[in-house]
């Protein structure tokens, strides 16, 4: 796997050499590439997306074209080097979030009801009455948990994301691009 030239991001002056000397090993950052992670990869354990395979897009999937752009941010953010024997399925949670929220967008395209339905998240029931019909959910120490991410608790696989990332400290997920 090849790495990414620091020196090069940084350009070459004293101040980057002294950086990288003194905190290149404490920074976390990886700088290697991934393995492949290919269509079949995600569809293997995510197969209510539909991806099309071909350049063109298939009726009813997710163009190929879509796939791809999540992928390569995914590749960016979630490391091998950091996760290894999870970094499939993280890889895979990266890019269904945001084909979530892709999908959300042609809401209304009946091959992509079963993604949306099953992957909004649930809370508990506080309050309901009847003559109004109101209802309220409370999402149980969602909001001080997972405060600061954003769109990643808007579903259930960015919340799988959170939950599996955070423990090794690196929720932030590195964005190099």
């Known amino acids: 796997m090849a790495s990414f030239d620091f020196w090069d991001m940084l350009g070459f ?6 950086s990288m000397d003194v905190f290149g090993g404490a920074s976390a ?3 290697t590439d991934n393995p ?19 350049e063109t897009p298939e009726t009813g999937k997710i163009p190929l074209a879509v796939f ?5 941010m995914a590749d960016k953010s979630i490391k091998y080097d950091r996760y290894h024997s ?17 999908i959300k967008t042609q809401e209304g395209t009946p091959s992509y009801s079963t993604a949306l339905k099953n992957s909004i998240p649930t809370g508990v029931i506080t309050s309901k009455s009847v003559d109004g019909l109101s209802v309220s959910i409370d999402f149980p120490g969602m909001s001080d948990d997972m405060a600061g991410y954003g769109s990643w608790k808007l579903t259930t696989y960015g919340q799988q994301l959170i939950t599996l990332t955070k423990p090794l400290g690196h929720v932030g997920m590195w964005v190099n691009f």
């Not at 492949?36 to 071909?54: C, G, K, Q, R």
């Not at 999870?86 to 892709?102: D, F, S």
């Open 13 to 18: 002056s004293n101040n980057a050499v002294i």
């Open 29 to 31: 950052i990886i700088t």
């Open 36 to 54: 492949e992670y290919t269509v079949s990869d995600f569809t293997a354990t995510f197969p209510i997306f539909p991806v099309s395979t071909l």
């Open 68 to 72: 791809t752009m999540f992928k390569t």
């Open 86 to 102: 999870t970094w499939k399925y993280l890889m895979g949670l990266y890019i269904a979030h945001y084909l979530y929220l892709y």
